[in-house]
Every structure is written in structure tokens, then in C-alpha cells.
């Protein structure tokens, strides 16, 4: 452990943005999931709507550092390329 008073402070606000970040990376992994399990079951109508909010929460952890914008670009493309192959 550090002894020295900024280095304590900087391990406690490092261990936080590790949780936020963790938190905020599995929300995204949920997303991403449902996108998936939406596209596998063949229903376009709820594949719009959780990739609308998958979107939200990858650009939303790009913007906060979590991921590379690059990442999150390519991603939401496949996805929204993935949804607007289906067929009705």
C-alpha cells in the first residue's frame, strides 16, 4: 500500500472508475446480447428497438472512455447492418 497521502487517494479513485467501468461495460455486453438473441430469433421489430438502445450505451461508453469510439463505431455498424438485412 502507498504511503504517501496522494498515492492512497489515487489508488481509491482508481479502484472506482475500475468499478464504473466494469459496470458500465457489462450493461453494454447486455445489449449487445439482446441485439443478438433478437436478430437470431427472426423478429425485426424488436431488433430496431434494442438496437436503438444498444446504440445509446455504446456511444454513451465511448464517450466516457470505457471503450475506443473506433470499437463502438464498428460494432453498432454490424449490428445495424445485421438488422437491416432481415426480412419482415
Known sequence: MANIKSAKKRVLVAARNAERNKAIRSDVK???KKVNAA???GDKAAAQETL???T???DMAAT???FHKNMTSRKVSRMAKAVSGMEQ
Open 30 to 32: 447486455t445489449a449487445v
Open 64 to 66: 466516457k472512455g470505457v
Open 39 to 41: 436478430i437470431a430469433a
Open 56 to 58: 445509446k450505451k455504446l
Open 52 to 54: 436503438k438502445e444498444a
